[in-house]
Nanobody, 128 residues
Framework: QVQLLESGGGSVQTGGSLRLSCAASGRSFSRDALGWFRQAPGKAREFVALINFNGLHTVYADSVKGRFTISRDNAENTVYLQMNTLKPEDTAIYYC?????????????????????WGQGTQVNVSS
């Protein structure tokens, strides 16, 4: 059974940092594109950051560029999201996702429909 399990969420004040982790099991994701997405209350889920299969190509939403860093450890089947200088508008449930087709060498897509596997999410709260 394929599973993605996020951890590392929590509550911080404005300007604080958190590091999210997403551990995958059930199959290797070393060839997949991986991503972090988030969903704030009352809003649609949106992409935050994407990473290709070898970690050398990343894409970020404009709202997090320069503050968040996505990385991956294929040996551990894990993807990370380092979040610095957090703002109240970063408050959301954060989800990791994998394309599930080994398409990590292609163009990274910010579309939710490009990702077959999803975690359950981890809550991030940023207070002012």
């Amino acid at each position: 059974q394929v599973q993605l399990l996020e951890s590392g969420g929590g509550s911080v004040q404005t300007g604080g940092s958190l590091r999210l982790s997403c551990a995958a099991s059930g199959r290797s994701f070393s060839r997949d594109a991986l991503g972090w997405f988030r969903q704030a209350p009352g809003k649609a889920r949106e992409f935050v950051a994407l990473i290709n299969f070898n970690g050398l190509h990343t894409v970020y939403a404009d709202s997090v560029k320069g503050r968040f860093t996505i990385s991956r450890d294929n040996a551990e089947n894990t993807v990370y999201l380092q979040m610095n200088t957090l703002k109240p508008e970063d408050t959301a449930i954060y989800y990791c996702a994998a394309d599930g087709l080994g398409s990590g060498a292609g163009i990274l897509s910010p579309s939710l429909t490009a990702y077959r596997y999803w975690g359950q999410g981890t809550q991030v709260n940023v207070s002012s």
